[in-house]
Every structure is written in C-alpha cells, then in structure tokens.
C-alpha cells in the first residue's frame, strides 16, 4: 500500500446517496497543482474534518476522458487567452461505475462553473448525431468539433457537506494526442468545488500555510499544451515549468 493509500484509508467514508446535497452543478472551481509530498501532509492535516466517497469499498476512482475541441482548438485558445463564458466539451467513462456521459462545462464572466451531462453506452470517438444535437441545444455550438485529447486518472474525492464543499483529487495523471503520450506520475491537480467561495475552508487553509497558489488551467489545457506543438502558450509557460519541475522531483 502506497503512502498515499494508507492515509486516504485514515478518513470516515461518505457514500453517494450520502453525498447527493454535494452535488454543485452550479458553483465555484479553484484548482491547483500539488507534488506527492505536498498532498500528503495537507491529507494528514485535514484527514479528521473531511470523509471520502466509497463507493463498493473503493475510494481510488479510475476515469477516462475524451475531450472535443475544433482542428483550430478554438476552446483551448479561449482559455489561453483569458476569454470568459468558455466551453469544455468532453466524454467521459466512470470506470469502476461501468458508466459513461457526454459532459458540457461552462464557465461565465463570473466565475461560476455550470455542468450539464447525458447519459451515453460509451466514450466512442466521432460525435455522433444525437450528441451534436445535445450539444447544440444546450451549448448553442453548431460548429464541428473533432476528439483531441484523451486524458487518464485516478481520482479522491473528498467531501465537506457542512459547507458545502467537494474536494477532488486526481493522481496517475496521462495524456495522449495523435499517438504521443505523456505520464504525470509525481504531480496531483486538486480542485476545491464550492456553492460559494469560502476562504475558510480547511483545506484552502492548508493550501495557504503551504504557499501554494491557485492555478488557472484546467487538465485539457495542460495536456493541449504539453502536446501539441502549433498551439499559442505563452500564458501557460509558467504553469507548465512548475509542472515539469515537480514531475523531475523523485
């Protein structure tokens, strides 16, 4: 058993049912990029105020993800460049679940963060028809998109109902673009979901003793940018040194 393992075993389990109210379809995403070492010590510290979702005994969720974009990766350069009321358009597969969805994320001018998804048999590539109608009628999108990146990882979640709060922790992280593949094996990213940013919460608070800052990428463009090589990303340089120089630590 991994460190990582042992301590995620230390925290009261929440199930699914338990955990409807945290839901946050609609709500406040601040994300940021952690190393090993880092994850367990803020684990250690917050292991008696948050519980993990188990589900069937497991609390290391396996997903896959395909994500769609147009050939010009208009998505990509929105958020690049710092445009707001931007699309993520993407498939994913609950692994362990056995389930699949077509997933559309919006995030407005404001901040906040809106899912909308559909149930789908599986991740496929192509759209096909009744997807681009779902798109279109949700998202307004009648343009084509293509699969771009597929991207792989095992998730934590962890859960404050009080506040609410959702705390996602994804580790094993891959990315593959037309045949290459990149592994992340020393880097978490973790996003902390929130109904309404709350600064008090315990483990932005250990984020902060840290000095870790927030960090404004999301897993598509971090994995567009390590892999494509026509694509702007000067305001991702930093953001991708950091993650370089994490992933070189042993």
């Known amino acids: 058993m991994t460190p990582i393992e042992q301590i995620v075993q230390q925290f009261t389990p929440i199930t699914l049912k338990e955990m409807e109210g945290v839901e946050l379809m609609n709500r406040t995403d601040t994300k940021f990029v952690v190393s090993l070492d880092q994850l367990l010590s803020i684990l250690e510290e917050v292991k008696n105020t948050y519980r993990v979702l188990e589900v069937n005994d497991i609390r290391f ?54 899912k909308q998804r559909t149930g789908i048999p599986e991740i496929g590539m192509e759209l096909n028809g009744d997807e681009e109608k779902f798109i279109g009628h949700k998202a307004g999108i009648d343009f084509h998109l293509s699969p771009q990146v597929k991207n792989n990882f095992t998730r934590v979640t962890l859960v404050e109902p009080s506040l609410p709060e959702r705390i996602t922790i994804d580790l094993k992280l891959s990315f593959e673009w037309n045949n290459i593949l990149r592994e992340l094996k020393q880097i978490v990213i973790v996003e902390v979901k929130q109904e309404n940013r709350n600064r008090l919460s315990p483990f932005l608070q250990a984020l902060k003793k840290r000095h870790i800052r927030e960090e404004s990428i999301s897993k598509y463009c971090l994995g567009v940018a390590m892999l494509v090589p026509f694509v702007k990303k000067n305001n991702f340089k930093e953001k991708l040194i950091k993650v370089n120089k994490l992933e070189s630590i042993k």
């Open 61 to 114: 969720s396996h997903y896959e993800t395909l994500y769609y974009d147009t050939d010009e990766f208009l998505f990509y350069t929105r958020h690049h460049n710092g445009k707001k009321n931007r699309w993520k358009i993407r498939k994913r597969s609950y692994v362990d679940s056995a389930v699949s969805f077509l997933e559309l994320k919006f995030k407005s001018n404001r901040g906040r963060t809106q």
